[in-house]
């Protein structure tokens, strides 16, 4: 039996851009659905000057690490939206889909003539789908972001880094546009094509990215309605953990090419430190956590005898359990207190990620794809395997890649046509 996809017959046209919205349309091409990524010449996408990117390979549109990662598998076309005759095809190309995703702010589509209300006499079955940052109403409802601001607005800066320093949140990581926003918008998704399949019915759903985001921040909304609490930023530590941190441990010595990020601050390129983290919930762990460092006295001692007091002392705790941790590599920390029983895990880095960790690499996460611009590139793999319907990784489109045949094949132009609308500069 051919191998199936659980997607198979789904068609999506995707006028997202940036992380969140091709994210969602990335989990949709790895299972299956056709997905048709709409982009223009006029107004690139700026993700696909998004680093990393290979210092050895020509600088063009393609060979950005960020779009290859995000968009994997997808069908390529241009079409410049702002030409009068773009409406026409944009609306040729939502009859043939079931679905139509967009991540722009508020009435950005219906500038375009392509409002809800507008795709649904298309096409009445019509899944639509938009992400705007704030939602489609309300008084912030007009302003626009990324996933780094969307963080902060959040909440989570407030409650990521020191205490004693500002919110650091996670930096240049645009954290919500790979976890919660492009999770929350496929699932809502494939619960519309669900509720379609059973009813005849298509959807519109609203995505905001902020509220999608806020679901993320723990307890701190629930700290605050139960007790009045304002959570902030605790270091590594949890209230009701000790030790629980991020111990420097044995350092080693690497070879480090940073031709590609010649900005890189001398402080950020040390090699020589690495870290593992430990986390001691219960007093059965603590004894655990004692057998494995090998009982030293300190560990007798009355002030560190109960988690109140440990909990009291843990600057003086995190400062024993460091003298300990720093005669060791990580990976042994790691190992010594996962046998017994006590939760650790090593800092890894992305290096770490890609050629170090035995469990990912005897899985076979990353997948290797060869891009015709960028060379080999390593790509994230399926984020959950389907025994009967397996999922695939292949390599993201080169910018206006797949207008041949999807203007041709898919939406029945004649040569002729095509080159007239090339001519005319609607496909740029």
């Given amino acids: 039996m051919d191998k199936r996809f659980p997607l198979e017959g789904i068609k999506v046209a995707d006028f997202s ?45 393609n060979i950005s690490g960020m779009y290859n990662n995000f968009n994997p598998g997808k069908l390529g076309i241009t079409l410049n939206m702002s030409h009068p005759k773009a409406l026409e095809i944009a609306k040729k190309l939502v009859s043939m889909s079931d679905v139509v995703l967009d991540n722009f702010y508020p009435g950005a589509m219906e500038k375009w003539g392509l409002s809800y209300e507008e795709l649904v006499k298309i096409k009445p079955d019509i899944i639509v789908a938009t992400m705007p940052i704030m939602g489609i109403t309300g008084p912030y409802a007009l ?38 926003n492009p999770h929350h918008a496929a699932t809502a998704i494939l619960s519309a094509l669900h509720y379609r399949n059973k009813t005849g019915k298509g959807q519109f759903i609203e995505i905001a990215q902020l509220e999608s985001t806020v679901c993320w921040t723990e307890t701190s909304i ?28 044995r350092g080693e010595d690497r070879e480090v090419d940073y031709s590609a990020m010649p900005d890189t601050p001398p402080e950020l390129k040390k090699k020589d430190e690495r870290w593992c983290a430990i986390a001691v919930f219960s007093d059965e762990e603590w004894k655990g956590f004692c057998d494995v460092i090998g009982n030293p006295p300190w560990t007798k001692e009355e002030r560190f005898a109960t988690f109140l007091g440990r909990k009291e002392n843990e600057d003086e705790l995190d400062r024993r359990v460091e003298e300990w941790t720093l005669e060791k590599p990580p990976e042994e920390v790691m190992m010594l207190m996962q046998q017994a029983d006590v939760a650790a895990g090593v800092v890894q880095d992305g290096e770490d990620l ?14 290797y794809l060869d891009h015709p611009e960028a060379g080999v ?16 990784i292949r390599r993201a489109p080169l910018l206006g890649e797949h207008n041949e045949y999807v203007y041709r094949e898919v939406l029945g132009f004649s040569e002729e046509e095509v080159n007239q609308l090339i001519m005319d500069g609607v496909l740029e």
Avoid at 163 to 177: L, V
Avoid at 222 to 249: E, K, S, W
Avoid at 377 to 387: E, N, P, Q, R
């Fill in 377 to 392: 590139i390593a790509h994230d793999g399926l984020t959950f395997t389907l025994s009967a319907t397996p999922g695939e």
């Fill in 17 to 61: 851009w940036y992380g969140a919205g091709p994210y969602v349309t990335r989990l949709f091409a790895a299972y299956g659905a056709e997905v048709i990524r709409i982009e223009s010449n006029t107004k690139i996408d700026g993700m696909r000057w998004q680093s990393p990117r290979k210092p050895d390979v020509t600088p063009t549109y």
């Fill in 143 to 180: 302003w626009r972001g990324f996933g780094t601001s969307v963080r902060t607005m959040a909440g989570m800066d407030q409650i990521t880094g020191n205490p004693d320093r500002p919110p650091i949140g996670t930096g240049m990581n645009a954290w919500p546009d790979w976890t919660c």
């Fill in 354 to 367: 890609l050629t170090r960790d035995p469990q990912l690499k005897e899985r076979g996460f990353y997948v």
């Fill in 222 to 249: 629930l700290d605050f309605t139960a007790n009045g609490r304002i959570q902030t930023a605790m270091r590594n530590r949890l209230p009701n953990a000790a030790p629980h941190g991020v111990y420097r441990c």
